[in-house]
Structure formats: C-alpha cells, structure tokens
C-alpha cells in the first residue's frame, strides 16, 4: 500500500477508539460483521464516526473536493436547469448531504443575481457538526434575506413538493460487500484477526440475492457492492414526497458496465488528505469510504415506486447541456489569471479522465413529467 500521512494525536485516539468499538461487535456476532455495520460504524457511529466529528473532511485542507467547491459553473448549470422546473414545481429545493455547504451558498447567491425566486432552501443533514458549520458559514457569508429561506430537516417532509437535489450523498451509504465463486454469491464480512481487520468470507452462498444482477459470465473471486440500505432508504424517500424531480450526481455507471470483468476488486474507495487508495481498514473515522452507484438499481427502485427516469448523462454531457460554456464565456479570457483559474476548473468537471464520465446525473421523477435541458442531448436512459 502507498505510504499515507500518518494521524494526528487526536486521529489516532479516534481510530484506537472505534478499532474496541467495532472489536466488540464483532465479538457479540460470533466472529464477523457484514461490511455494512462496519461502514455504519466508521463513517456514522456517534461519538466516533467520520462524518459525525470536528474534522476537516472538504476541500483543499480536508480529504477530497467536490464538484460544487471546483467551480461555480456546476451549480449555476443546476440553477438554469432548476429555473426552467420552477414552472411545473414550487420553487422550494431539498438539498440531501450539503456538506460545507457550497452549493447551496453558490445557488442562493446566483439566484439573487439573476432574480430567480426560490422560496425555501431545505438541507437534510446527517451531521450536527456539519449543520453547526454551515449555519456559521451561511450567517456570517450570506444576507439576513437569503439567509432566512434555509431550513434544516431531521427528516425528508412528507408529501413533499419541490426539487431534490443529491451530489456525492448516495456514494456515502453503507454497503454491503459480496464475492461470485463459481457462479454463486457469497458475502464478504469483517472480521478481527490477529489484532486487525480482515475479511471473511461466509461459507454458504446466498440462496436468492436480491438485486437483479447476470454472474453467468463473472470469474470467480469477483468482488462488487449492493447496499439493500440504498435500497430500502430510497423507496422511503420516494414513498414520502408527493410531486418532486430528483437529481441524484455521483460516481457511478449503469449495471453492464459496472459489472465489467476488469473491475474485479469491486470499487470500494477511500480518501485521506487527498489520498485515494483502497483500504477500509486504514485510519478509522479519519478517512472518507465510498463505492461506485449501481444507477440501474436507483432506476428499478425508481421505478417499481412508479416513478420515472428523467434522464441518465454523464456529468460533462449535462453541464454542456446546461448552458456551461455560455457560462464559460462569461469571464473575460484578458484576464488571464481568472480565465486560466476557470478553464482549468471547468476542464476538472467535465474531462473524461476527471470527474466528466466517471460522474452520472440521473433524475428521477414522481408525479411530475418533466423535460430537462441536460439531458437534452447524449441522454443514455436506455442504458439503465
Ligand atoms: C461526500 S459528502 C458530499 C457533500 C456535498 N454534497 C458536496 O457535494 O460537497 C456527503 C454528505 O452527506 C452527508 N450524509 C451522509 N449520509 C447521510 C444521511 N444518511 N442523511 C443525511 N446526510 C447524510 C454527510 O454528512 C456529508 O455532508
């Protein structure tokens, strides 16, 4: 493994802690816990957990950056796309996992700008230590006018009306993690061996595995993530709003190619001071863990709630569509500082190296059909 950063003093009493935490589940399962629950524990666990605590987790100083903190342009490319759904939704946006809150500062701002109304600015956040950052941050940065359409919710609202919007949220769910040996499944657990983590893997296959998937012509020892989780949550979701258009923007790829024979080890990644390697069992509550969407799981679910697919384009096509170079040509390429600044930001969002292919934008709709324009041109739904 590359040599990583080592933790701090606090990091490590952290990691020490949830190392006993998670020792002691293991321990009261018998001898394994599926990667699930040890995911939960890492990220979520409320003392201890990633997410939960005081770290620095966004940006140049944290552990990764997010398209909203690479540039202005992908939030404004939401806002004219949000803009044209306005007519046929209340203009209240429902914002899921807003981290420091960048997006939801840039959107208000732009709207201001360009005299969109938006009435409320909903964030669902599962973190206390992040909602308490991004009220300091919103007080301190915003006016009092914008500053009073933010709300935060514990919960999704029931029969919610209005637009969802989700960027890198479904990435962070716990997921379980499974293993094909001879055209059967099995689960890969963790367990607790000679004082570290491991896997271990469950000696009898899974009868009826509930995501639809084709292994006929998958090698033993292929390894891939399903999170009933996911699942479960996201009909919850969709069971509870009423008339809405979703937006859900993450690392991720429709299920034939996701189940490609090269992606043997799964897609399990993790993120420490801008470091991605693929370690779960590394720093514990210091580093970020995610995994790459099954888009066409999110679709079925989607779709047995009858709801439907909106559009399914990679990150690049829907910022094209959305009006990014009109956008792009905004800053006065004399200034060659700025100008430099942005076209390298924008050449981040949407090369295919980047972030432009690896990200999908997928949308869904309840009880509201409506036509977006980025998914106007290159809309790969009947990929799904
Ligand atoms: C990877 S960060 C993405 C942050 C932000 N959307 C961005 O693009 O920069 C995931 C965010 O979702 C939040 N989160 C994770 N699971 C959640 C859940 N079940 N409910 C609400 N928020 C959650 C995390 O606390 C964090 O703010």
Request: proline share 3%; net charge negative.
């Amino acid at each position: 493994m590359m040599k990583l950063p080592p933790l701090d003093k606090l990091e490590v009493s952290v990691h020490d802690a949830l190392t006993n935490k998670i020792k002691k589940e293991i321990t009261e399962s018998g001898d394994s816990i599926s990667f699930s629950s040890f995911m939960e524990s890492v990220l979520y666990d409320h003392e201890y957990g990633y997410y939960m605590g005081n770290k620095k987790k966004f940006g140049e100083e944290g552990d990764f950056i997010t398209a909203p903190m690479i540039s202005d342009i992908f939030t404004k490319c939401f806002l004219n796309v949000f803009h044209k759904s306005f007519s046929n939704l209340p203009s209240i946006i429902l914002e899921l996992g807003a981290g420091n809150g960048q997006f939801a500062f840039d959107l208000l701002i732009a709207a201001r700008q360009n005299n969109i109304q938006i009435d409320q600015y909903l964030i669902y956040e599962i973190s206390e230590n992040t909602i308490k950052k991004q009220k300091e941050i919103f007080r301190n940065k915003l006016t009092n006018e914008l500053f009073s359409k933010i709300f935060w919710v514990d919960e999704i609202p029931e029969n919610f009306d209005g637009i969802i919007f989700a960027n890198e949220f479904l990435d962070a769910f716990p997921t379980n993690i499974y293993e094909i040996k001879n055209e059967k499944i099995y689960e890969r657990k963790v367990n607790f061996k000679n004082n570290q983590f491991g896997w271990n893997i469950d000696d009898n296959a899974i009868p009826n595995f509930e995501c639809p998937i084709d292994i006929t012509n998958l090698p033993t020892g292929y390894i891939f993530e399903y999170s009933k989780k996911l699942d479960d949550w996201l009909k919850s979701l969709l069971n509870t709003v009423n008339k809405t258009q979703i937006f859900f923007v993450d690392y991720g790829f429709h299920q034939q190619e996701l189940f490609h024979q090269d992606r043997i080890e799964g897609t399990l990644m993790c993120h420490y001071k801008h470091y991605a390697h693929a370690n779960p069992f590394e720093f514990l509550g210091a580093q970020d863990i995610t995994w790459h969407i099954n888009f066409s799981q999110i679709a079925n679910v989607a779709k047995n709630e009858k709801c439907t697919i909106g559009g399914f384009v990679s990150q690049a096509n829907f910022l094209i569509n959305a009006g990014a170079l009109d956008l792009l040509a905004e800053y006065n390429p004399n200034n060659i500082s700025e100008f430099k600044t942005q076209t390298n930001a924008f050449q981040k969002l949407i090369s295919p190296a980047e972030m432009g292919d690896l990200v999908k934008v997928l949308s869904i709709n309840k009880n509201a059909d409506i036509n977006t324009m980025g998914f106007n041109k290159n809309d790969r739904t009947f990929q799904l």
